[in-house]
């Protein structure tokens, strides 16, 4: 039997990027410990975390622009970072955007987009046309910078990079610069041109939507340290922490301790295995994941095997985002606080008592 059916696609064991244990120090302080990923053609990662974690020193490494105290960067099996080895950014077949875009002023858009090409003059043209009109710029190349909105330098800045068709399109917060209402379409757009190009890409964010909005997988880092790696999907539905889940929302914690692979709580029993017999525990629960029920002459709806036992609360405040309500509470028990989160408009006055329930397939647990 052949390797591959006849109408597949052959399989490429070699990622476009190859990281592998990547460290940095400054001042003998760790800014990236053991740092390992890798990036297939067309995939797009994204290096999520707060700022000051260690996500741009990490991608300046990948660059060429810092160099790694121990570990390997291999692009398309290429070793360019190493053990005896750095070889600088234009060896590397990367190509780089920043937030604040960096297309020189005194340069047209097309002398800008054709800056690091290394071709004759026919093929700049041919390339630089042809990048201008994937970014719906067709006609701007005798423009300055300056005449242009934060948009179109944004897609001026992504036909550069993607000019000398790199390998790896390496990405520190690209968008960050934007107005809102621009934001998604160019996220959109840009990204079905790296796929086009078929790049490896780097994008380095630390807004948790952008990820999950860009990211085929994503890597989520924190104090140098990638903690989780995954598809968004699995990233966002199966937190590796506390720390893990909250980044990526608000989140409700209810404390309790772990007996015989039970935790009691105001909204009954939780199983919680592998905790030790009277560990604390925190399960946590996503505000959308509440549901909110009327008092009916002091008694909740019934319970249910799929969201437990109601608990009652009284409402603090209660406002309006547009898409949802967010209902802030002050429970009966233990003077707890949660928030609940419902789809359009609901406004229950401060001080409405009702009644709250929890899914139990949306709860995640952790030991303390």
């Not at 990405?171 to 086009?196: A, H, Q, V, Y």
């Amino acid at each position: 039997m052949p390797a591959n059916p006849p109408d597949s696609l052959p399989f490429n064991p070699v990622p476009r990027l190859d990281v592998s244990h990547l460290t940095r120090a400054f001042g003998g302080r760790p800014v990236v410990e053991d740092v390992s990923l890798a990036v297939a053609p067309g995939q797009v990662t994204c290096l999520l975390g707060p700022s000051g974690c260690g996500k741009s020193t990490t991608l300046r490494m990948i660059a060429g622009v810092e160099r790694a105290d121990a570990g390997t960067v291999q692009i398309d099996g290429r070793l360019v970072e190493g053990p005896g080895v750095h070889l600088p950014p234009e060896q590397r077949s990367v190509g780089l955007m920043f937030q604040d875009f960096a297309l020189f002023p005194h340069l047209t858009v097309a002398e800008n987009v054709g800056f690091g090409l290394r071709v004759d003059r026919a093929e700049k043209a041919r390339r630089v046309g042809e990048l201008l009109e994937k970014v719906d710029l067709s006609g701007f190349g005798p423009k300055h910078p300056h005449q242009l909105s934060g948009g179109e330098q944004q897609r001026v800045a992504l036909a550069r990079a993607l000019a000398p068709k790199p390998r790896v399109m390496l990405m520190d917060e690209p968008f960050s610069g934007l107005d809102n209402r621009l934001r998604d379409g160019i996220r959109d757009r840009t990204l079905e041109l790296l796929k086009e190009e078929g790049a490896g890409v780097l994008l380095v964010t630390h807004e948790p939507d952008e990820a999950m909005r860009m990211a085929d997988e994503i890597a989520l880092m924190r104090a140098g340290r990638i903690v989780q790696r995954g598809a968004p999907y699995n990233v966002y539905n199966a937190p590796v922490d506390k720390a893990a889940a909250a980044f990526f929302s608000d989140v409700n914690v209810i404390r309790g301790v772990s007996r015989g692979a039970l935790t009691e709580t105001p909204f009954g029993a939780f199983l919680t295995p592998g905790h030790a017999d009277g560990g604390e525990v925190e399960i946590v629960i996503r505000p959308q994941h509440l549901r909110i029920d009327f008092d009916r002459g002091g008694r909740g709806p019934n319970p249910t095997p799929e969201e437990g036992v109601p608990a009652r609360g009284t409402v603090l405040r209660s406002r309006y985002l547009g898409r949802e309500s967010l209902v802030d509470f002050a429970m009966d028990f233990e003077g707890a606080k949660l928030t609940a989160s419902v789809p359009g408009v609901f406004l229950p006055k401060p001080g409405t008592v009702l009644w709250l329930m929890i899914r139990r397939d949306r709860c995640f647990v952790f030991g303390v």
